[in-house]
T-cell receptor, first 117, second 116 residues
């Protein structure tokens, strides 16, 4: 069965520290999509990245980077030089199938990140 | 604004009351989703619309939950005879692509329902 595990419930760091949020997934399918979303205190979920199972290249976007490793079924998210504005709950999510159908996103429980000044 | 708008942001209901939650998606977005997010949990899929057609309602927890999108834009999630376990944040999301296929979901800020 599909499952997404975010083992870190809460992380607290001091500003400018690097922080990595772990995501481990389980799926029966060979074709699937992985997502990261950010949920700030205001409540709306903000899309960060989508990665398909055939693309294992790591991705960097500014201070954000993602490490996708199929061998360990992990899709970890690193924030470099964290800032107070990064404080939020971060969710990893999975969907199966070629189309990357968002309808059946399976979500982890989220990691609450607190970046302190 | 240009984003997904939900109202009310907060709703307190007495057990047994009916409630209606509204979602204004981004203009032109074909796909609309409703999710339920309990405290400390990730979102759980409720239902999906493609334009005005409700193509998937497999996530609705009971027949007390009903959603509609009659003109393919604004959607309403109605919960009849609310119970305490219905307390959650109800998130609406829209996407430009069909079924949200491969596309980015844009979420509203949610409607927080508390049933006393």
């Amino acid at each position: 069965a599909q499952k997404v595990t975010q083992a870190q419930t809460e992380i607290s760091v001091v500003e400018k520290e690097d922080v990595t949020l772990d995501c481990v997934y389980e799926t029966r399918d060979t074709t699937y999509y992985l997502f990261w979303y950010k949920q700030p205190p205001s409540g709306e979920l903000v899309f960060l990245i989508r990665r398909n199972s055939f693309d294992e290249q790591n991705e960097i976007s500014g201070r954000y980077s993602w490490n996708f490793q199929k061998s360990t079924s992990s899709f970890n998210f690193t924030i470099t030089a964290s800032q107070v504005v990064d404080s939020a709950v971060y969710f990893c999510a999975l969907t199966e199938g070629r189309a990357g159908n968002n309808r059946k996103l399976i979500w982890g429980l989220g990691t609450s990140l607190a970046v302190n000044p | 604004g240009a984003g997904v708008s939900q109202s009310p942001r907060y709703k307190v209901a007495k057990r047994g009351q009916d409630v209606a939650l509204r979602c204004d998606p981004i203009s032109g977005h074909v796909s609309l989703f409703w999710y339920q997010q309990a405290l400390g949990q990730g979102p759980e899929f409720l239902t999906y619309f493609q334009n005005e057609a409700q193509l998937d309602k497999s996530g609705l927890p009971s027949d007390r939950f009903f959603a509609e999108r009659p003109e393919g834009s604004v959607s309403t999630l109605k919960i009849q005879r609310t119970q305490q376990e219905d307390s959650a944040v109800y998130l609406c999301a829209s996407s430009l692509s069909v079924a949200g296929v491969g596309g980015e979901l844009f979420f509203g800020e949610g409607s927080r329902l508390t049933v006393l």
